[in-house]
């Protein structure tokens, strides 16, 4: 159980493209999800909390315009790349909370590997 | 930032040997957690100590935790091959909305 996927597994794109990840929990009900952008040989750095039917939460320095987010129900949340450039090239990881859970436990996405030309 | 330290930043060791890493964190917290990333994968839930634990085992994995240190510690004892990978330590920290903060992790080689 508690089964999250990502798709697509790794992107290329060209420069000023947008690109859309999808973050899918498979069995379970998620009400948060949270998406994180890993460099190289770094941790993992928290960009935003999706919580289903409202907005997003963005951390401070991530460009809520550019990196958009969309919880539509229990079990999908998405991450669109918009007018990629290079530097946004990056593993992004999403994870998700089960509803109801006591304490907060997290489930991870596989990741999406981004590489922008 | 609130993120964690994490020392080694890397160990390699023989198979068979144990691996400790150790964690540092700074505010209050609601549990700690711990995380294992394969190369380019992604992340696979260790084991969760909450703040009025402070030791927790489950398999070849031992936990400590120490609140008046801000400070964890994850041991595998009788390391494998397959143990080779990267190992986060993640806080629940009170009063910050369910977010988890990583540590910068340890890259831990066990060499057959």
């Known amino acids: 159980g508690a089964v999250v996927s990502q798709h697509p597994s790794w992107v290329i794109c060209k420069s000023g493209t947008s690109v859309k990840i999808e973050c899918r929990s498979l069995?379970?009900?998620?009400?948060?999800m949270f998406w994180y952008r890993q460099f190289p040989k770094q941790s993992l750095m928290l960009m935003a909390t999706?919580?289903?039917?409202?907005?997003?939460?963005?951390e401070q320095g991530v460009e809520k315009d550019k990196f958009l987010i969309n919880h539509a129900s229990l079990t999908l949340s998405t991450l669109t790349v918009t007018s990629a450039h290079p530097e946004d090239s990056s593993f992004y990881i999403c994870?998700?909370?089960?509803?109801?859970?006591?304490?907060?436990?997290?489930?991870f996405g596989p990741g999406t590997r981004l590489t922008v030309l | 930032s609130q993120q964690g330290e994490e020392d080694p930043q890397a160990l390699s060791i023989q198979e068979g040997e144990n691996a400790t890493m150790n964690c540092s964190y700074k505010?209050?917290?609601?549990?700690l957690q711990w995380y294992r990333q394969n190369s380019g994968r992604g992340l696979v839930h260790l084991i969760l100590?909450?703040?009025?634990?402070r030791e927790k085992h489950s398999g070849r994995l031992r936990v400590t935790l120490d609140t008046s240190k801000k400070s964890s510690s994850l041991l595998i004892t009788a390391s494998r091959a397959a143990d080779t990978a990267s190992y986060f330590c993640?806080?629940?920290?009170?009063?910050?909305?369910?977010?988890?903060?990583f540590g910068a992790g340890t890259i831990l080689r066990v060499k057959s």
């Open positions: 994870s998700a909370r089960p509803a109801g859970l006591g304490y907060n436990e997290q489930f």
């Open positions: 100590i909450r703040s009025n634990e």
């Open positions: 069995d379970f009900q998620a009400t948060t």
């Open positions: 505010t209050s917290i609601n549990n």
């Open positions: 993640a806080t629940d920290a009170i009063g910050y909305g369910n977010k988890l903060v």
């Open positions: 999706s919580n289903e039917g409202s907005k997003a939460t963005y």
